[in-house]
Structure formats: C-alpha cells, structure tokens
C-alpha cells in the first residue's frame, strides 16, 4: 500500500473515532442491550400460540379487559394467554391474561420501558436526532473498512495484536450490523409503508380492530404500535395470511414486518437467540473502541513513542557509545518515512522469543573493548544459547575498528548464535570500518529494497567532535581514610570555545596512542557554564599478564596523572539515549548506584538553570553515606531550593541507612508508579548491571504488582518492557 494512502487511512480511523468518541460509545451500548431484548422476552415468556384469536372474540376480550384502550401490543401465547403491552402517562408495562377468564395473570418482567429508552437513545439520542446518528453510523463503517487495510493480525500477545485480530475476526458481522443500520435509515430493503404523521395523534386499538373488520380480517396473530400513528397487524381473512399497516388513514398490506434487513440489524432473523450474535458484535466494537482509545491516549500521554502500532519490522541495536543507537534511530526514520512499520527496542528490552514475531529484524551491534558485546545485548546474546528461531529472518550491521584485534567481534558472535538458533540470514552481515556512516548507508539501501519501500531523506549521524580541554578542578569524592569506599573523582574541564551538548553525552578519553577511547558520562551543562564540562571519574583497576593488579589506563589519567592546567585531547559523543526529555515540564526519576550518579549531577543542574521545570527525584544508593555520598553539599542545596523534589538515600553498609536503591523503590513504589501511570514521568537508571541493570527492572515491577491498576498487575512483566520500548524506562548500566 503507498505510504501516502496508508497514512490517509490511519489518520481517518483515528481521528474519526476520537472525534466521534462517545456518539459512538452510545450506539455501541445501547446496541448491545437491545440485542438482548429479544432474548429477555424469550425467557420470560411462554411459547407462542399456534392458532390466532378469531378478531371478534379479541374485540371483546379488549373490551372488557382493556376498557380505556391503552393497549400498544398483543402477543398469544399458549394455553390461552394474550400479552399486552400498556401504557400511561408515559408508563409502560407488560401484563399476561387469561383468554377465557379474561383475568390478569400479573405483570411480565420484560423490561419494556427500559428497552424503549434505550431504543430511542440508539435511534435518535432521544432528541430527534436521527440524522446524527445514521450520520455516526456512516462514519463507523468507514472507520471499520479502514481498519483491516492497516494491519494484518498476527499471533503476539499485546493489546495491539488483540485489536487487530478482533477486528479482523469480527470484521464481517460488524460490518452486516452497521451497514443494515444504514439500510433500515434510508428505507431500504424494508417493506415500504404509507406516509405516518406522527403528530395526528396516537391511534387507540379500538379503532384499529374497526377497520380490520371491513376487511374480512377473521383472526388475529399479534399486533403492535409504531409511530405513534400506525399498527403493524398480522391477520388471517378470506384474502389469507396477510402483514397488514393499519393508519387512521387506511390499511396496507405490506410484505413480511420488519423485513429481513431489521431481522438482521436487530439480531432476531433466526428467532430470539440470534441476538446473542448481536451482542457479540457489540462487545467486539466496545473492545475495539476501548482498546482503540486507551492504545491512542497511551502513546499521547506516552510522548514520542519508538513503535508504531502494527509494525512488522523490528530494528533492535546494542549501543556502548551511542552510536549504534543512533543508526538504528535513523534507520527507523527512514523507513518508516517510505511506509514501513517500525519497531524500535535496544537488544536489552528483548527476548529472542520476540524477533518471531516481526517480518525481518534488522540488528546493528556495535563491538566495545576486547571485541566485547555491549552492555545492552550480553544478556540477549546468552540468552540465544537456550532459544528456536525458526521463524526469525534477519540482517545485521556490525559496527568495529579494523585498528583493534576483533574487528566486529560482537556482531560475529550475535550473527553466529542467531544461526546457530535457526534464525535465516537473509543478507550478508555489512561491517563498519571506523565511522559508519558510508557503509550504513549501502546497508539501509539494500534493507530497503529487501522490505520493499522507498527510504525517506536520512539525516547525517552526528560525528564525535574533537575538543582540546584543559583540566581546571579535581575533587575526590570519596573518603580515603575509609577502606570500603571506591577512589572517585569529580573534574572540570574547561574548552576555549562554547561547548554544545547535553546531560548524559559521553567524553571519549583515549589513554594512549592506539589505545581504545573509554567513555565517560557528562554530568553538567552548558547553560550553567557553556565552555566547562564535569566528570564522575571511579578509579577502576586491572589485573595485567603477570597477575598484578593494574588502575585502569584512562581512570588513572584523568584522576591521578593529569595535572591542573594540563590540556588533553578528547572527542564529544552525542548519547540521546540518556539525554533529559526534551520537555523541561516532564517529571524525572533518577536512579543511580555508585559512579552511577554522573550524569544525573548534569540532569539536575540543567533543570535548575531552567525557569518552567518539572519535578525530579533522585534515588541513589553507595556504601556509606560520610565515605560516599557523592556530590552531597550540591544535592541537598538543591532539594532546599526545590530543583529536587524528592531525595531518596540508600547506602548499604550503615545501618541507618541500610538497604539498595531497590529497597527505596519498594518504600516509595505507590508514589513511582502514580508518576509513571498518571504523570508520563520518565525513568533513568545508572550503574552496574549486577545492580541498577537487573535490580531497577525488577523492582518495577513489583511495584506495579503491588500498587497498579488491576491489569497492570496482570502484565506487569510487560508494562515495564514496554517503557523500555518507548524510552520512558532507560537504562545505562556497565559491567
């Protein structure tokens, strides 16, 4: 389908659903309890007679029983029963007789008056307003052609997938009640009937059985008002069995009352239990409608999701940098410009199981370190080992160094568990040599042509920007009388021209000619100070050939070697993975453990320097909070002028203060979940993946167990994937 078409019917059945939300709420129930009339009259009543009422012993039984006319309906029924429908003052009712005796038998729980409000509400709003209603009913059926045009179902369990596949179930008796309610507006296939003024004057029934007499009619089966005006009757007479239009006007016959297209729009063309049937039409519309709203409000309220709702291409990336993450950005954008429907997730919001589901998974890997897989696809790459791809078919960008040793080696290692998973390789594995820019562009042509759409205008990807900077402050943060503690460092670096980035950009720091760039998260911002930027720095240590332990080359320069005044040769990374939400007003939680702090200090500082700003919580754990507390004095001046709402401490080794940073999201989980359900916050979490990487996701979701909605606590496995897919969950973790 052209993407232009596609999108004009996207934007119809949205937009025409949300414009006419509740005209359409209204039709939907309102027709899903009328369907059940028919079958609440079943049940409340006794089987129809099988021999009419000869018409003059119905004249006197009316008389007697019925003196002031206020009869609107009579059915037979056996062993000498006739129903009526009455009505006074705007009451109605049902009351059985007995034919012979002409005694009540007491009322019958049919619950007309009820289903006669609804009715009106269901044909005219009770307004008069029938024109806006076959108006919505029109609207309705264009926004159910729409549908199935949009997305082909197919067997995921998501709420998506269960719209789809209702809606494609469901599509033909959706469209045979809506499309009959049309009919029955304009008249057609219905039997046609004389002119009725409806302001003549209700017509009794005594005058009714009067003009049935000059026909010859002999028997009666059941009659009924309609309109106020008229009787619909059916007789049997020396001219036979006949359906018969009574008015004060005249008589005249008519083919079978209501006809067959009321019969199927009513739900009662094969008996009163047809219109189950019905009602399992307006059931799947409520759903769909339901479903339809809440997945719309859920991307509104969402922001700027990273899957479109019906995609059948999954594009999944394993970033250390930055830059794989931006490619798969692009490569989305791309696509999705040309017509494709995108998924977008980082190989750590996946399992392997999740790439059956989709067309093609196109992947693109970065290699980090010793030929290391990222820190966002180990646990996907190991999880590979145990999993059955056979549906899986897949194209992969590899993004390396040909300098270092293992070129491309995690990208070698994910294409080779893939295959070895039963996953089809439909094209061959690109690799990017140093800056991947020429080569992605080859492999997004030869993705687009195997998918079948026409890429869109890519943007060119950010290059690393090279900075001379020269070191202006350098505070340990620790204690270093405390043994326990890590040897941390803050820094400030400061550029001879404006510097441009953002909170969560990475310093690239090459230790040595040759030697790979480590990155460092940034955690200020160049509103408070445009030519400086701050560092986190933790002194790691490695164990070198002989067995001894060795700091670590890039940590050890910035935090020991480096003199003050000294400049350094360095490169700026744009990292939009963990930049703040664009939306200054957007609440933030902030979860940190350790070094994981750093670029949070550049959250907090670009929100203070910013007049409409939203609220922010931080929630950070360590060992001790007097051997490292980081950044103390410049958090809790913050909290005191409000730049920080909520300050949540956890540091595991003093038993004041005992517990992880999962321990104070199990203390505060009802407020983190009212902010993540009700206020659109955002989560960032940094630190180790043995703990903010795999602590935080689980902690989340024993919130939401805990403290969702109902069916949040059902799914709420998913719900948390499902901010990660989006990006309002994001996590940065190292090993």
Known sequence: MPARLRRLLLCLHRWITLALAPLFLVIILSGGLLALEPVVRDLAASPGAEEPIPLAELQRFLAEVDPQQR???????QGG???????????????????EQRTSLGERAYGGAFFQTVRHLHKDLMLDLAVVVEVASYALILVLIAGPWLAWPRLRHSLTQWHTLIGWLTLPLLLLVSITGVLMALEL?????????RDAGRLAVGPVLQQLEATETTHVYRMERFERAAWTVEVDGTAGHRQLIVTAEGITPVDAYPGWVAELHQGTWAGPWSGLINLLAALALLFLFISGVWLWARRWLGGRRRGDADADLLIAY????????QLAAETARALRSGGARIEEAALSALEPKALDGYRYTLLIVSTCGDGDMPDTGRTFLAALESSSLNRTRFALLALGDSSYRHFCAAGESLRTSLRRAGAEEVLPMARADGAPEATWQLWLGEVAELVGVQPGQTKPIPADQPLQLTLRRREQLNDPNDPITQEVWGLTLESDTPLTYRPGDLLLVRPGEGEPARPYSIGSTPLDAPHRLELTVAVTSRTDARGKNRPGKASSLLAQRLQLGETIATSLRTHRHMHPPDDPQQPIILIAAGCGIAPFIGF?????????????????????????????????RWQAQGVLTRLDLAFSRDPEDGGYVQDRIADARAMLVDWMLHRNARIYACGRRSTIGTAVPTALTEALRQCGAPAYRDQAEAVVRGWQSDGRLRLDVID
């Open 318 to 325: 394993a970033s250390q940098t930055g830059t794989a993450a």
């Open 81 to 99: 029963t006739a129903v009526l429908e009455l009505s006074r003052a705007g009451e109605r009712w049902h009351e059985a007789f007995d034919l």
């Open 189 to 197: 296939g219905t039997p046609r009937l004389p002119p009725v003024d």
């Open 604 to 636: 907090v500082a670009e929100r203070a320097a910013q007049s409409q700003r939203g609220p922010v919580w931080l929630i950070f754990g360590n060992r001790r909070r007097h051997g490292d507390f980081f950044h103390a004095e410049r958090l809790q």
């Open 71 to 77: 009869t609107r309906a009579l059915t037979l029924e």
